[in-house]
């Protein structure tokens, strides 16, 4: 689980990148820019619940 | 992938340089401040290990980043390899020489350069070592300030300062001045805090910090006095490090260092009373060691913005980073069981995120012909410190645990790293107290 949140962290990364560097216009690259930005979050939140898991396992 | 040499945006008289010198004079007193608040808020058993740490830490980052740091990182106007995408060119790492071979040092831009990330990422490798007091082996702390040193931190500054792509979002994309971070909220602040949080994740929590229930027990530090007194030089060293770098890599003039230092000395008085004023209605008294870490984080949280902020911007930059600062250690400690002895992921981390943000929403930083995307900037800036450094960080740090332990084992632990490491303590007149109020 741990592996995915960081995962989802680079795609989230490559996401906002790939957005300003494909997207000319500006409503379209804030869009994939702020949808990247949300994937990044999600991997955040799954690397924190995995480490919460861990813990409870480690207890 | 081709070789290319930007224009430099800062040409500086004499005199500019001069004073740009004396200010980053300043900056290792921030780093004097970081050991003493890692030191006070750690266990007495460990204070002369954290502070050999801190030491070692600050010389294992200034050999590695002469040896290579500096050849990933460059400076802006100095030779870069750039990917061309579109038809723009990206920088994406220096092409400098190792050993700052071919480099003057002098009061050239660059040379000032070297000087100021010399003390800049010493500052970055102390913040993770406040996550990890207590259990964190001396060899490893020097084995992963190296990483951090050598990979993690110049490919960040590189992007952020070094002329790579992150600045040259502005003009690339018409995203008001590209990334800005001037005093380094970013490069050194979230680099320090995410690997903080790498290291904590890692070291996992102190023996006997969670209950079998996952309740946190409180592990109070040793000192105060130290972490208050670490906090007044953390001041004088921030002031150093957001003027050189505003004069460094924005190219602000040198006169603008009164107004930094305004900011600077606004944003922190601000966090610092918020956070206390916070603590106090939450537990009736005011919390020492919170206010002391709202107090840096007000610092940290003016790097990027300090030179761009209205005062009265500043003393709302401070203070909104002193209402989030406790939260997010509640939030870490209560809610995610990450033991976090020193704060530095709440601090530095959350703290330096939000200056980055700061610098769009409350600066005149994309004036003059603002259009309007300076915001969408710093969130690029954002959006790769979570998605590539954190990543980076944690992977770097998790293969070297996989060679070569980073956590104390149990012994160092119930006896202290003093003993256990270096087989003497810090206070040997004082009678030294166990752990005999945690619970068995």
């Known amino acids: ?59 | 992938m081709t070789l290319f040499v930007a224009p430099s945006p800062v040409s500086l008289s004499e005199v500019s340089a001069l004073v740009c010198f004396l200010l980053i004079l300043l900056v290792p007193f921030a780093g004097v401040g970081l050991a003493l608040i890692n030191c006070g808020l750690g266990r007495a058993r460990s204070a002369a290990h954290a502070m050999l740490a801190a030491l070692l830490v600050t010389a294992v980052a200034a050999l590695v980043y002469v040896i290579v740091g500096f050849a990933w990182q460059g400076a802006a106007g100095r030779p870069e390899h750039v990917l061309i995408v579109g038809g723009k060119a990206w920088g994406w790492i220096a092409a400098e020489p190792f050993f700052l071979r071919g480099l003057r040092l002098d009061l050239s831009p660059a040379a000032l350069v070297v000087l100021l990330q010399l003390f800049s990422v010493g500052l970055a490798g102390l913040i993770p070592l406040s996550s990890g007091a207590d259990r964190w082996r001396l060899g490893a702390t020097c084995a992963s300030t190296a990483l951090l040193a050598g990979c993690t931190y110049p490919l960040f500054a590189n992007w952020a300062w070094g002329g790579g792509w992150l600045a040259q979002i502005g003009a690339n994309c018409g995203l008001g001045r590209g990334f800005l971070d001037g005093g380094g909220s970013g490069a050194i602040q979230v680099t320090g805090g995410l690997t903080a949080l790498s290291i904590t994740w890692i070291l996992r929590p102190r023996r006997g910090k969670f209950s079998a229930e996952g309740l946190p027990a409180a592990l109070p530090g040793h000192s105060a006095v130290l972490v208050l007194v670490g906090c007044s030089f953390a001041w004088i060293g921030w002031i150093g490090l957001n003027s050189g770098g505003a004069i460094l890599f924005l190219g602000v003039e040198p006169a603008r260092v009164v107004l930094i230092a305004v900011n600077t000395t606004l944003c922190a008085a601000a966090s610092g009373l918020t956070t206390m004023v916070v603590t106090r209605v939450r537990f009736s008294r005011p919390d020492a060691s919170l206010s002391a870490n709202g107090w840096v984080a007000g610092l940290v949280a003016s790097s990027a913005a300090a030179a761009f902020m209205k005062p009265a911007a500043a003393i709302i930059v401070g203070a909104l980073a002193g209402i989030v600062v406790p939260l997010v250690a509640d939030l870490l400690e209560f809610q995610l069981a990450i033991d976090d002895p020193g704060g530095a992921i709440s601090v530095h981390a959350v703290g330096g995120l939000w200056g980055l943000l700061a610098v769009a929403l409350l600066t005149d930083a994309g004036a003059p012909g603002r259009s309007g995307g300076q915001w969408l900037a710093q969130l690029v800036g954002m959006a790769t410190l979570l998605g590539f450094v954190l990543p980076l960080s944690y992977g770097l740090n998790w293969l070297l645990d996989r060679v070569y332990p980073q956590r104390a084992q149990r012994e160092g632990e119930l006896q202290g790293m003093d003993l256990y490491e270096l087989g003497a303590g810090a206070y040997p007149e004082f009678d030294i107290h166990g752990d005999e109020f945690l619970p068995r």
């Open chain 1, 1 to 59: 689980m741990k592996l995915a949140g960081f995962l989802l962290l680079v795609a989230g990364w490559a996401i906002v990148v790939c957005a300003l560097v494909l997207l000319p216009s500006a409503g379209p690259r804030t869009a994939f820019a702020l949808a990247g930005m949300a994937v990044e979050l999600l991997g955040l939140a799954l690397a924190v619940r995995s480490h919460l898991v861990l813990e409870a396992e480690g207890e």
